[in-house]
């Protein structure tokens, strides 16, 4: 194994106990409700306003199935709601409502608390290297 070999291994070992540690840690912060996947697909549609099934999938690249899974446990929490829209109503848009809307504010702030807290060691210099090497390798994709 080259020196490059050994250094990618490692960093890709590091990353997945970080991932880890992420996941553990937001689960003790947030609990199991609502889920990873639920938090994303309501803060989409916060920033959206609205979206159908279809546009989820294909931002988060899972199967609509998935789609109907997730949105339909969101629609029994009233944290989304189904909208046909006048104008075609074979369209079924999701959006989300008031109760959706501050449990999704009541998320975001137990997050932020977590990556200050995360981040309260690292200098600004640093999180922006970070940012950077990030969206070099979200763009080498």
Avoid: W
Wanted: with cysteine; aromatic share 8%.
């Amino acid at each position: 194994m080259s020196d490059r070999e050994k250094l990618i291994a490692g960093m890709e070992k590091s990353f997945r106990k970080l991932l880890r540690s992420h996941q553990k840690n937001m689960a003790a912060i947030l609990g199991k409700d609502p889920t990873g996947s639920e938090f994303m697909f309501l803060q989409h549609l916060c920033d959206a306003g609205t979206s159908k099934a279809s546009d989820l999938a294909e931002e988060f690249q899972v199967n609509l199935s998935h789609i109907t899974s997730v949105t339909d446990k969101l629609v029994a929490k009233n944290l989304i709601t189904r909208v046909r829209p006048k104008s075609d109503r074979r369209i079924v848009e999701l959006q989300i409502t008031s109760e959706g809307s501050v449990t999704l504010v009541k998320i975001q702030r137990k997050r932020n608390d977590y990556f200050k807290q995360r981040f309260r060691d690292l200098e600004n210099k640093e999180i922006q290297k970070m940012i950077f090497f990030f969206l070099k390798l979200k763009r080498s994709n």
